[in-house]
């Protein structure tokens, strides 16, 4: 099977392009060659990678011929295999996202949840001998287990939005360097666990407290022992809201690996750094936490508009907190064509830790718009479901746009709010349909 890139050249499968062009290959479903040396698909990954992508130990994994792809990693589509249709951005540190057509359930099975990785996971993460650390500006630093925290807080079970603040980069120009993700760093679990705020209160917060910081069992990509590959937190106000969890089960099973099993934070509504995976440690500042990727421009924006390619000073960059609103089309598949004249539209809007209040589509380029039907979400923190039934006047191509809009008022723009790192992106979703 050949697959078409974006500028409309036929390439071949995974297997043949990997075979024929490694060093192209690895730009193509990489988004970049991970090592001025790389040759292959595998090299340079570590072994907690490798294994976390085949379910299994590769024995002779540093022996893999350059120029191929383990069989089990690929489908005839040139996907990542054992998360159910993922498209592989990077294997080291490894990110994948989703495609919006399989983001249709209400509630994103663990297969299809996307994967944002900032250093190489840790190897050893039993769930019996895993224990979290709560210290800093407390009255009664604690260690906990996770069975300590079944047994002492209560444990709840939510749907929580997570989304990567880098969702949509690949859409900026001039671009911006990172992880390339189109629309896919988003998903919707549900959550089982115990509320970060009543562990907090357990530990007593002390008064001069104002900021958390998170520490996880990754390892920094240089291997470098002690080096963090992130480090976040957010204000204390926002750690005592009642949405945020210490989770240890996603849809009612264990967490995956590279969805930091066995524990982490969720914190919807925020970018998806704070939600710190493989959570070891969580402890309380008097100043704005100041770990990996809280200084400089990491997870920031310019504190006013700026023109497209205008450099900013460091100073002049903001921690981003709530993330905009925003929607995705997740039926029909863009690209799909129908010989029907009605077609059902259907999808998912979020804003921050606000409520979506409206979502509209439109099929005539934004001159005129439909009214969806909106759920509400099945908890704070979820995102919401929507769907419209749209008319196709006549036989033709056509494009579906769709727009939300939240409770504060602040709706989706057409175009993109540019920054230097590309963070942000909550313009609104198109999709392609023929009808024939």
């Not at 990678?49 to 540093?62: C, E, I, N, S």
């Not at 666990?193 to 069992?217: C, F, M, N, S, W």
């Not at 997870?299 to 000073?313: A, I, L, M, T």
């Not at 809009?405 to 609104?428: C, F, R, T």
């Amino acid at each position: 099977m050949n697959r078409q890139t974006k500028k409309g050249d036929v390439r071949p499968d995974i297997f043949e392009f990997y075979e024929q062009d490694p060093v192209e290959a690895d730009k193509a479903f990489l988004g970049r060659v991970a090592h001025k040396n790389r040759r292959g698909f595998l090299k340079g990954a570590g072994l907690a990678t490798v294994g976390a992508l085949l379910g299994t130990a590769m024995p002779f994994h540093r022996n893999f011929p350059s120029g191929l792809i383990p069989v089990a990693l690929a489908d005839e589509n040139g996907v990542l295999a054992g998360k159910d249709g993922l498209t592989l951005l990077n294997d080291r540190p490894l990110n994948a996202e989703t495609p919006p057509h399989l983001l249709d359930d209400a509630i994103t099975p663990t297969a299809r949840h996307f994967i944002r990785n900032n250093g190489i996971p840790p190897e050893d993460v039993d769930p019996a001998s895993w224990e979290l650390t709560i210290d800093g500006l407390v009255d009664n630093p604690m260690k906990l287990t996770i069975a300590d925290l079944k047994s002492k807080f209560d444990v709840v079970t939510m749907a929580l939005t997570i989304e990567c603040g880098g969702n949509g980069r690949a859409f900026f120009n001039p671009p911006a360097k990172g992880n390339q993700w189109t629309y896919g760093a988003v998903a919707c679990s549900n959550w089982t666990g115990v509320r970060l705020k009543d562990v907090l209160k357990a530990a007593g917060v002390k008064k001069e407290a104002i900021y958390t910081a998170h520490v996880g069992a990754d390892e920094h990509l240089s291997g470098k022992e002690g080096k963090l590959p992130i480090s976040r937190g957010m204000p204390v106000e926002k750690a005592m809201t009642d949405d945020i969890l210490i989770a240890f089960e996603q849809n009612g099973k264990p967490l995956h690996p590279m969805n930091g099993a066995p524990l982490r934070l969720v914190v919807p509504g925020w970018p998806g750094s704070c939600s710190q995976k493989w959570l070891t440690r969580i402890y309380l500042r008097d100043i704005v936490h100041d770990g990996p990727k809280m200084t400089g421009k990491a997870y920031r924006v310019p504190n006013r508009p700026v023109e497209p390619g205008e450099k900013v000073e460091k100073k002049d960059f903001e921690i981003i907190e709530r993330m905009p609103v925003k929607s995705l089309i997740t039926a029909p598949a863009t690209g799909a064509t129908t010989d029907k004249g009605k077609i059902e539209v259907r999808g998912h809007a979020w804003s921050g830790d606000r409520m979506v209040s409206s979502v509209e589509v439109s099929i005539d380029f934004g001159v005129t718009w439909q009214k969806a039907t909106l759920d509400k979400p099945v908890n704070s923190g979820a995102w919401q479901n929507w769907r419209a039934n749209v008319e196709l006047p006549e036989k033709g191509y056509f494009e579906i746009w769709a727009k939300a809009v939240d409770d504060a008022g602040e709706a989706q723009p057409h175009a993109i709010n540019w920054n230097p790192k590309g963070y942000l992106n909550n313009s609104m979703h198109r999709v392609a349909v023929r009808y024939s």
